[in-house]
Structures are given as C-alpha cells and as structure tokens.
C-alpha cells in the first residue's frame, strides 16, 4: 500500500510550483482533488508544449488527480468546497497573498469547517515579510535569492538556471512540509498551517556562498563551470560537444593522463601539483585539453574514464538523457496514456521506496472529470448537478439533464 493512501487533500495550486507539490503527493498514494475554475481550468493548461488545445507540460504536473471545476466566488461554489473540506486532511493552495482569503478559503475560515485541517501555502515571498503582498515569478527569485550572481561566466551576464529552479525546489519543499505536517496530526490530532516561500527555497541552497561572506568577508561571484582551487575540474570542448571532468587528487591527475594518453601533460612540471594546475589552468592547461580533446567524441572521453575513479561525463541534450541506459534501467522516464494526448514518455516518482513505491496510476483528468463523482459523495443528487451545472457554479464532462 503506498504510504499516502488514505490522505485526502483538497488542491487549490495551478502553475508549477504547488502543483509539483500535490503531484509527489498523489504519486505516494494522497487522493488529491484538484479545485480548478470552471470554464478556465489551471494556467498550465495553456503554456507549451502545446498539441492542438492540450498542455504537455500540463500532463507532467497533474497526473494521479482528481479534477473539479467550480465558480468559488458563488456561495453555492463555496458551499461545495466547505463540503469538501469536512473530511478532508490537507488543503495546499499557491495564490498571491490574499486571493483565498478574498474566496473566503483562508486557514481560518476553513480551520472553522475542519478544526484538524492542515493548510498549506505556497507563494514567491510568503505570509509574511515587508515582500509578502509583492507577486514574485521564478526568474526574479532566482535574481533576488543571489543564485543568478553564481551562475554563468565571470565575462558574462548573471544567468538563470536552465530550469524554473525556484518552482521545483519550493514545490519539494512544499511535499516535504506537508508529510511533517502529517505526522505530527497523527501524533498530535492537531492540525497546522505551513508556509513556503520560493525565495527561502532558493536561498536555502547557496550555503557555500553564504559561509564565503560570512567568514571570509568576500562572497565571490560566477565563476563558469570551473571549479575554484581544483584542476581540471570543468567542461571541456570535445570533437561533438563538451565533456565534463572532475580531477581533484593527484592519483586522479595521474589516472586521467594515463588512460587519455596524455602523458606529455603528466610530465609538465607546469601541472605537477593541483596548486600548479589551478594557478596555470585558463592560460594553458585548459587550452592543453581541448586542443586533445578536439580529436575525440564526448563519449569516447566519458567512457575511456569511468571505472578509473575520475568522474567524468558527457554533457547530454534533455533527448540523450532520456535514452540513457542509467535513467532506463532505473525507470525514471514512465510511459502513460493520457486521455487527449495518447501515449506520453515523462519522469516518474522520483523517491524509491522498496515496501511502499510510488507510481502513476491515471494520466492528468480533464477539467472537471471528477465533479459529478464528488458531489454526489457529498450529498448532491443528480438533479442538483444538472442545476449547478446549467447555472455555471461547475463545470462537468458528464452529460446533465436539460
């Protein structure tokens, strides 16, 4: 039985960020109840990749779900989710501050309905803060956390992480929080209300920065893919691409000129110890390397490495990593039927747990798949949801009375 099975939450989150969260929760085994806006739907449902009117990206973020489309400005839409709410043990939600409590489904409206509610929230800066009524997307996070300061070449711009880093992060985070949340209502009966903010998130990984300023009184800045006081330890320009190595011991300097045949570079008293390449690596190590290198295939170097304990590997496409032997054999990338867009290759559960895996069960719903289902659980008749269907308080894929 997966660990989350019988954990119901009610899912307010659309975009990446929360939606990433509630995902991971659904994979374990959490029954999870999208709320969405009927007639509209998550705003994942419109960015690319886009085939015909359905959102690849979209896919990824909301399989194993549920999907129910309401109007919750409508007191016969709120009327609904209070409902919902009575039963239910987690409320995750990643709105600009304020927007619930304008729905009236802020934690204290909805601790009132469910006293044992975990609520959990999800924004760019949090509940509080001088930020915290500030709206705050991925690239300006990463901006304001200082990770941009650390990525990129120290010729050129700050860059961004080629990822929407600050969304995936916060969203774990967010899973995170709420299995803590979890366990201390198992042991307490009580629930709580988290808070996570993207900019913490960010923050939170740039500790070897943080301990440079703090004791060395100079942060530093992008220092490329080079790795200060360690040489070779970088990407490198190969034949077809770039390869990346990673030589931080003397027995490790030895290995790599040896089983790349570079022994005129081993004999160089320029390179003789990590301090002598360090100090020389831009001016001419660096150019050693890739001047060998330009004969050789990315490939050739990673595999003449591995096994030699130096670390190297070729820098792939997203398209090689998804054909890797590795990733394969590990069933990272899972095979679904989604319902509009036929059979789809993404990452499956990442977390491996030998007694209670995780897995996808159902490809992403429709908008409003699930309403009919629901309502009639929570004690609507058929009749009722052809009314609130024909009104426009939900959207339903079923066919309703007219």
Same mark, same amino acid.
Request: one cysteine or more.
């Given at each position: 039985?997966?660990?989350?099975?019988?954990?119901?939450?009610?899912?307010?989150?659309?975009?990446?960020?929360?939606?990433?969260?509630?995902? @991971?929760?659904?994979?374990?085994?959490?029954?999870?109840?999208?709320?969405?806006?009927?007639?509209?739907?998550?705003?994942?449902?419109?960015?690319?990749?886009?085939?015909?009117?359905?959102?690849?990206?979209?896919?990824?973020?909301?399989?194993?779900?549920?999907?129910?489309?309401?109007?919750?400005?409508?007191?016969?839409?709120?009327?609904? @989710?209070?409902?919902?709410?009575?039963?239910?043990?987690?409320?995750?939600?990643?709105?600009?501050?304020?927007?619930?409590?304008?729905?009236?489904?802020?934690?204290?409206?909805?601790?009132?309905?469910?006293?044992?509610?975990?609520?959990?929230?999800?924004?760019?800066?949090?509940?509080?803060?001088?930020?915290?009524?500030?709206?705050?997307?991925?690239?300006?996070?990463?901006?304001?956390?200082?990770?941009?300061?650390?990525?990129?070449?120290?010729?050129?711009?700050?860059?961004?992480?080629?990822?929407?880093?600050?969304?995936?992060?916060?969203?774990?985070?967010?899973?995170?929080?709420?299995?803590?949340?979890?366990?201390?209502?198992?042991?307490?009966?009580?629930?709580?209300?988290?808070?996570?903010?993207?900019?913490?998130?960010?923050?939170?990984?740039?500790?070897?920065?943080?301990?440079?300023?703090?004791?060395?009184?100079?942060?530093?800045?992008?220092?490329?893919?080079?790795?200060?006081?360690?040489?070779?330890?970088?990407?490198?320009?190969?034949?077809?691409?770039?390869?990346?190595?990673?030589?931080?011991?003397?027995?490790?300097?030895?290995?790599?000129?040896?089983?790349?045949?570079?022994?005129?570079?081993?004999?160089?008293?320029?390179?003789?110890?990590?301090?002598?390449?360090?100090?020389?690596?831009?001016?001419?190590?660096?150019?050693?390397?890739?001047?060998?290198?330009?004969?050789?295939?990315?490939?050739?170097?990673?595999?003449?490495?591995?096994?030699?304990?130096?670390?190297?590997?070729?820098?792939?496409?997203?398209?090689?990593?998804?054909?890797?032997?590795?990733?394969?054999?590990?069933?990272?990338?899972?095979?679904?039927?989604?319902?509009?867009?036929?059979?789809?290759?993404?990452?499956?559960?990442?977390?491996?747990?030998?007694?209670?895996?995780?897995?996808?069960?159902?490809?992403?719903?429709?908008?409003?798949?699930?309403?009919?289902?629901?309502?009639?659980?929570?004690?609507?008749?058929?009749?009722?949801?052809?009314?609130?269907?024909?009104?426009?308080? @939900?959207?339903?894929?079923?066919?309703?009375?007219?």
């Amino acid at each position: 039985m997966k660990p989350l099975r019988g954990i119901k939450v009610i899912d307010f989150t659309q975009a990446h960020a929360g939606s990433l969260a509630t995902m @991971i929760l659904a994979d374990y085994g959490a029954e999870v109840i999208k709320i969405e806006r009927a007639g509209v739907g998550d705003l994942a449902r419109y960015w690319e990749p886009m085939v015909g009117e359905d959102s690849g990206y979209y896919a990824f973020l909301n399989r194993n779900k549920k999907s129910i489309a309401l109007n919750a400005f409508e007191k016969e839409g709120k009327e609904i @989710i209070y409902r919902l709410i009575k039963d239910a043990d987690v409320v995750c939600e990643n709105f600009k501050l304020g927007s619930m409590e304008r729905m009236g489904l802020d934690y204290e409206t909805l601790k009132a309905v469910n006293p044992e509610i975990i609520y959990a929230s999800l924004n760019g800066f949090g509940q509080t803060g001088v930020m915290k009524d500030k709206i705050g997307l991925d690239i300006h996070l990463q901006a304001m956390s200082g990770i941009m300061d650390r990525t990129g070449f120290p010729d050129g711009p700050p860059t961004r992480v080629g990822a929407a880093f600050g969304d995936h992060l916060s969203g774990m985070y967010m899973a995170a929080a709420v299995n803590l949340a979890i366990i201390n209502k198992m042991k307490t009966g009580k629930g709580q209300k988290v808070d996570i903010a993207i900019l913490d998130s960010l923050f939170s990984v740039l500790e070897e920065a943080q301990a440079t300023c703090e004791f060395k009184g100079s942060c530093g800045s992008r220092s490329g893919n080079a790795y200060p006081s360690m040489a070779p330890y970088d990407t490198l320009k190969t034949r077809d691409g770039y390869v990346t190595v990673a030589v931080s011991t003397e027995k490790q300097w030895r290995s790599f000129c040896e089983v790349l045949e570079l022994q005129n570079l081993l004999n160089d008293e320029r390179y003789h110890t990590n301090e002598s390449r360090d100090k020389n690596y831009y001016e001419y190590l660096k150019p050693d390397l890739e001047n060998a290198f330009s004969s050789m295939s990315k490939f050739e170097i990673e595999d003449k490495l591995n096994g030699t304990g130096v670390s190297a590997s070729a820098v792939r496409t997203v398209g090689e990593a998804m054909e890797n032997e590795q990733i394969a054999e590990r069933k990272v990338i899972r095979e679904v039927e989604d319902k509009k867009l036929g059979k789809i290759r993404y990452p499956g559960p990442v977390i491996k747990l030998s007694r209670t895996p995780g897995s996808i069960e159902t490809a992403a719903p429709l908008r409003g798949e699930d309403t009919g289902y629901y309502l009639r659980k929570i004690g609507y008749s058929d009749d009722d949801i052809s009314s609130l269907s024909q009104t426009g308080i @939900i959207e339903t894929t079923e066919e309703v009375k007219l």
